[in-house]
């Protein structure tokens, strides 16, 4: 099993959350935040998730409050907001760091020194395409769409 498929993340209102659970399906892991100007990308993000889940993608959402306190919530708050406005049924995971000397290993991993697609996350909404070994086959910037066909394309490539 990879390393990333290895790491355990903990689940949006407790618990764990195993990546070893994915280790069949394609992931688009994406650091979100409810009060962003590009938090209506949560349902595209959907969307995406709805249109390809069938064929084995998962989005896989990431809160985290590092970018201008744009997640402030609790737990329970994040979960009502995005399940009561963008009608969010992937999995969440709760709070965690993606920059700085806190950054939780699924970073170090997808954006770490040594990592394909190197470099601090931007903003909110950045977006890396994983694959089924675990290896990182995009890095995509926080103001690319869900629908931008550059994503869509290497989700439908990855998918083959």
Request: include cysteine; charged fraction near 20%.
């Amino acid at each position: 099993m990879s390393a990333f498929h290895q790491l355990v993340l903990p689940a949006l209102g407790g618990g764990e959350l195993p990546l070893s659970q994915y280790a069949d399906r394609l992931l688009l892991v994406v650091n979100v935040a409810s009060h962003c100007g590009l938090t209506p990308q949560y349902a595209g993000l959907e969307q995406l998730y709805q249109r390809y889940a069938g064929r084995g993608l998962v989005v896989l959402g990431i809160p985290c409050n590092q970018f201008a306190g744009q997640e402030p919530g609790s737990d329970e708050e994040i979960r009502s907001f995005c399940s009561l406005n963008y009608g969010v049924s992937f999995p969440l995971s709760a709070k965690l760091e993606v920059n700085g000397p806190q950054r939780h290993p699924l970073y170090r991993l997808l954006a770490g020194e040594g990592a394909d697609f190197p470099g601090d996350i931007t903003w909110n909404f950045e977006k890396f395409l994983v694959d089924t070994d675990g290896r990182v086959l995009g890095r995509f910037s926080p103001r690319t769409a869900p629908d931008d066909p550059a994503l869509t394309q290497a989700v439908e490539s990855a998918l083959r």
